[in-house]
């Protein structure tokens, strides 16, 4: 039953389904495209239809490639009838108390056990805790189904390594860790996998240890970066630049290259609680990744601390400073405002009076305004600024010359003017008469 599916596959003779058509699961589906016939179902009618009319709303493809590719999107979910191989790529958040917050890829198992056929096999994307696939997704896939999993379907994980914004680590040049609850579904996963990785997929022997893969590899980041950011904030009282450390630092052959920085998005700010979640449910409190996440929490509330101190040494009222942030989203050169610790930033500076313009090229504003309450301005209404913050790195902030930067500040004093550069893009010398700062 299964074992001709990689040849149905190639041949047309079976399609492929993307199950949630985000960051992760739309690129997917579009490189699928180009080698076997693929359905791209998400619950969300308009964003299906954005897709539909050549709109890439995420930028990691572009509207030409959409444009152009064959996927049959739908938010019909009885078009996943059609499909044999189903890859399931929602979204896995974490609630308020930092739990996972399963309910997306409960959806979608719902969902698509509802229309699952004999003969098919289900392999899941979205981050999870080890054991969610075969104690959770599994029992539902059964239920909805009525069919068997392991005789009538197969299941196999297989973590998303997709980084939204990056133009060099894509797709199919990212090795694929896959796994399948056995050797035939763990063969065949491998295979089809194979058609679009050209970095080659990394078999695993269980479907727990590609789910612990995924946990462990964004914790590490994390850990990492947490060390930095307590770095940053130990050298900050000791008047000490951080950035000069580090980049002495690096000219030993074995340093690590990380940065401190605001840690956020979908992957690196939730993935350690994924695990340190299971973790605890064995009996086993986390001593080291807990502690970084945190550091990494309170990263936002430092930097605007540091701001309002700075406006303060400058001689400036922060209630009454005209203060504009650039940044909204969670990373540079990537839209998407999931979980961004900007807004960390904003709400410390609100707390204290203070009402931040918020600038964002890459945000979509009805986004900003749904996630955080913000209403985004165009770079050309920013003027008379006491404070600027720097949060994100976007490209066009980056493009900014110097002049194009003071051009941005109220006409007085130097040393009245207050530059928060979160991620060391501007040029410190060009601004030695201001209060500069950078983490």
Known sequence: MFTTLYEDLLAGDAKLSLVGLGYVGMPIAVEFAKHVPVIGFDI??????????????????????????????????????????????????????????????????????????????????????????????????????????????????????????????????????????????????????????????????????????KV??????????????????????????????????????????????????HCIGVDPYYFTYEAEKLGYHSQIILSGRKVNDGMGGFVADAAIREMVQAGLAPAKSRVAVLGLTFKEDCPD???SKVDDILARLRQYGIAPQVCDPWADPADAKAAYGVDLVPMEELRDLDCLIVAVAHRQFRDMSSDDVKALFADKPDAEKVLVDVKSVLPKAEFAGYRYWRL
């Open 44 to 213: 969300n009618e308009a964003k299906v239809e954005q897709y539909k009319q050549g709109h890439d709303s995420t930028n990691e493809v572009g509207d030409e490639a959409l444009a152009h590719t064959t996927v049959d999107f739908t938010a019909d979910p009885t078009r996943l009838e059609e499909a044999r191989f189903h890859i399931v790529a929602v979204p896995t958040p974490v609630n308020q108390d930092k739990t996972p917050d399963l309910t997306p890829v409960i959806g979608a198992s719902e969902t698509l056990g509802k229309h699952l056929k004999p003969g098919s096999i289900v392999v899941y994307e979205s981050t999870v805790y080890p054991g969610v696939t075969e104690d959770v997704c599994v029992p539902i896939l059964e239920r909805e189904s009525g069919l068997r999993c392991g005789e009538d379907f197969k299941v196999g994980y297989s973590p998303e390594r997709i980084n939204p914004g990056d133009r060099v680590h894509t797709l199919t040049t990212i090795r694929k860790v896959v796994s399948g609850m056995d050797d035939e579904s763990a063969e065949l996963i491998r295979r089809v996998y194979d058609i679009v990785i050209a970095a080659g997929t990394f078999p695993v022997s269980t479907i727990k240890t590609a789910e612990a893969v």
């Open 216 to 265: 462990v590899e964004n914790s590490q980041r994390d850990i990492n970066i947490a060390f930095m950011n307590e770095l940053a904030m130990v050298f900050d009282r000791m008047g000490i630049d951080t950035s000069e450390v580090i980049e002495g630092m690096n000219t030993k052959w074995n340093a690590l290259g990380f940065r401190p920085g605001l840690v956020g998005g």
């Open 337 to 339: 405002v999931r979980n």
